[in-house]
């Protein structure tokens, strides 16, 4: 008995193949664009051909939700966090159990600190104001509700832990929200912050500054579980040990003063502003981070150097929200190199610190002038005296509206070409008091009547009417002062010191306030748009 | 009050059994990877916000499913739509999902079966060769897109997705092929 014939077997070859590459052609075509779909980045038209293809063939549907599985696998698996995961939807689980304690200060902070504590009585006022209220109020509550999600979004918390327990705290300091006051004493479990910062002092004498959006809970008095925000800590004396949990790691102080800064994405910024802490991280084990180091951390990445932190000290009149400057980094690329520059906005006033590598040298006035006036409220970028070694040194920030730049040169040498190229010297002079007698950048100075080193500093400048880039080259010796006596052999300048002042376009011609036969230069050299 | 707390812990108990399967199953809807675990966790805080209609010894894994299809169903709905790779696509998957459930012949996955799974990837991911755990590595690990890895690579946006294409394709075969001799 003969075998009976396949229909297929029955169409001529050359059709046959046709046919097949055909269906090759749709089949490579559909896998292509189910790929890039699958792969977050399609081009115009995939769509068409893959949902043309879906609903047409069922062996086109395996083969995407086969992709889609081995992809989430894949990606499941990358996180090798799950606890995260789980901790996170405890926290969720927590707020919704205990909505009464951790919803508290969202309340106040949105409806005001008398919320459901009036009672009946209410003034309610005209239709219109009342409902620029509610306006107000919701577009507050949707800001609290999306920093909830978004900080439990970014991972919640890495270590798993109990259900924390209500923490005693005192507020030192309010700004900006009408959730806390002054000298309240609160049992606080969790804390959201939608506006504003607050600073809580704990039993233990550890002082906490959060900067909000900021959402974090106690696991107790000696352990914050930080999901999203930034909160400095200042330990005291008696507050060593205090430990910060992130979604990324623990920060365990070791009697010290630092920050860390949760962002939504899920990276984690630690700065340590004194003394010495330890992160402790999946990812990276255990490294000690010490006075003026800083990294960024995540789930995935080994730690990385953080190349400028924020610094805001009580006191000042931060005129400004947000600083002008961003994105300070440089060219030194040391083994292991974790130093971070201080940025301080609105922060240069008579008395600053002027470097990060140095406790005691402050920017203060020229002993025969007053502090000048241009340069108060300026933001400061704090720099590193050891860079002036590196003779390649470069150093970039940019500015994100029109500016004026000030740069403080050692006054002792000549400037350097870039400084001469693009800046102007005002002609106004400050110093940088406070340098130990066995300094060697002070080798030379005479001590003043009351002991003190100080070195003068001229101030240059050049104004920027656009955001821009600016680049910086290294404190060296002029050919000049190489050249004239063996005076300079192995002398270098000391570092210089930089601000930046805003400035309003229309009115501010960039000539006008400078002294008399000063020029300005618009120079393309060391400057990127 | 004591109620509450074993219920607490039954919940989380489930939580982590269930968490890498519901992530699975929402990215299978369409779902963007940056956005599954934000809407696998808004699908266990509405089951724990209603847990009290769920009813035991049913499935909860089908029941946190559901949960899910209907939060991908109105993220479908919205303006916008940022958590979900492309829509057409991504509703063609909801209402194939929708007609799943309904189907009492096709079974969810239970936890044990997909923690087979995920052992078997593990498995098929020791034996790729360097090339193409490197690529697994950037892609996964360090979440890198494909232009990024083109230009490291030395080639274009297109030919790594395709790469990743046969990739994920191997590694399902070699799931597959795991699995059966588990089963025999």
């Known amino acids: ?529 | 009050m004591a109620k509450k707390k074993t219920n607490t812990k039954w919940f989380m108990e489930q939580v982590e059994n269930e968490q890498s399967g519901l992530k699975g199953f929402i990215r299978m809807l369409g779902v963007r990877p940056e956005s599954v675990d934000d809407i696998a966790q808004e699908t266990f805080v509405i089951a724990y916000r209603k847990l009290t209609m769920f009813e035991r010894g049913t499935n909860f894994g089908a029941w946190l499913r559901t949960i899910a299809r209907n939060l991908v169903r109105n993220e479908l709905r919205r303006q916008g739509r940022r958590r979900v790779l492309a829509n057409d696509v991504a509703e063609f998957l909801l209402s194939r999902a929708d007609e799943k459930s309904t189907h009492p012949s096709i079974e969810v996955e239970k936890a044990e079966q997909h923690e087979q799974r995920v052992s078997a990837l593990r498995e098929c991911l020791q034996k790729l060769p360097e090339r193409s755990r490197k690529l697994v590595q950037q892609r996964y690990f360090e979440q890198l897109s494909l232009g990024v890895i083109a230009a490291d690579e030395e080639t274009n946006a297109n030919n790594v997705s395709q790469i990743l294409f046969r990739l994920r394709s191997a590694l399902s075969d070699c799931i597959q092929k795991q699995l059966g001799n588990i089963g025999t």
């Open chain 1, 1 to 529: 008995m003969t075998k009976p014939k396949s229909k297929r077997e029955f169409v001529p070859d050359p059709l046959n193949q046709e046919i097949d590459a055909f269906r090759d052609k749709e089949a490579i075509s559909f896998n292509q664009a189910m790929g890039r779909i699958v792969d977050g980045e399609p081009l115009p038209g995939d769509e068409l051909v893959v949902i043309q293809h879906l609903r047409s063939q069922p062996q086109f549907v395996q083969q995407i939700e086969r992709h889609l599985a081995i992809d989430a696998m894949l990606f499941d698996e990358a996180r090798c966090d799950s606890r995260a995961f789980v901790e996170s939807v405890r926290v969720a689980i927590e707020a919704e159990e205990t909505k009464s304690v951790f919803v508290r200060s969202v309340q106040e902070a949105i409806f005001g600190s008398t919320f459901g504590r009036s009672g009946l009585k209410c003034d309610v006022g005209d239709s219109s104001t009342l409902s620029k209220k509610w306006l107000g109020h919701s577009i507050s509550l949707v800001l609290a509700c999306s920093l909830l999600v978004a900080s439990l979004v970014a991972g919640g918390v890495w270590n798993a832990a109990a259900i924390g327990e209500p923490v005693l705290v005192e507020v030192d300091r309010v700004d900006g929200t009408n959730a806390f006051s002054v000298g309240d004493k609160i049992d606080l479990r969790a804390l959201v912050l939608p506006e504003g910062a607050v600073d809580l002092r704990l039993p233990s004498g550890v002082l906490l500054e959060c900067q909000s959006p900021l959402m974090a809970r106690f696991e107790h008095p000696m352990r914050l579980h930080l999901s999203q925000g930034r909160v400095d800590v200042d330990v005291g004396e008696e507050g060593s040990g205090f430990t910060v949990v992130t979604p990324v790691g623990e920060v365990v102080d070791l009697g010290t003063r630092f920050a860390v800064n949760a962002s939504a994405d899920g990276e984690v910024r630690v700065a340590v502003l004194s003394g010495q802490v330890e992160l402790r991280s999946q990812k990276a084990g255990t490294v000690s981070l010490f006075d003026g180091e800083a990294v960024r951390l995540s789930g995935t990445q080994s730690p990385r150097r953080l190349h400028s932190v924020e610094i805001r000290n009580h006191g000042i009149d931060h005129a400004r929200k947000d600083s002008v400057i961003h994105s300070v980094s440089d060219n030194v690329e040391l083994p292991k190199t974790r130093r971070f520059y201080g940025l301080v906005p609105c922060g240069m006033r008579d008395g600053v610190r002027a470097f990060r590598d140095r406790k005691t040298p402050r920017w203060e006035a020229d002993p025969s002038d007053d502090f000048p006036e241009g340069l108060l409220g300026a933001d400061l970028i704090q720099t590193f005296q050891t860079h002036r070694f590196q003779r390649e040194f470069q150093l970039e920030f940019s500015i994100s509206q029109p500016s004026r730049v000030y740069i403080f040169y050692d006054a002792r040498y000549s400037p350097p070409d870039w400084l001469t190229q693009d800046f102007v010297n005002t002609g106004m002079r400050i110093q940088a008091v406070g340098w130990p007698s066995t300094s060697i950048v002070a080798k030379g100075i005479v001590p003043d009547a009351w002991g003190k080193l100080a070195i003068p500093h001229d101030v240059w400048c050049r104004d920027l009417v656009h955001p821009a880039s600016v680049v910086l080259g290294p404190p060296v010796l002029s050919k000049q002062d190489l050249n004239a006596t063996s005076e300079y052999e192995g002398v270098k300048p000391s570092m210089y010191g930089i601000a930046v002042q805003p400035i309003a376009p229309p009115s501010t011609n960039i000539g006008k306030s400078l002294p008399e036969g000063s020029r300005v230069k618009v120079m393309p050299v060391g400057i990127r748009k």
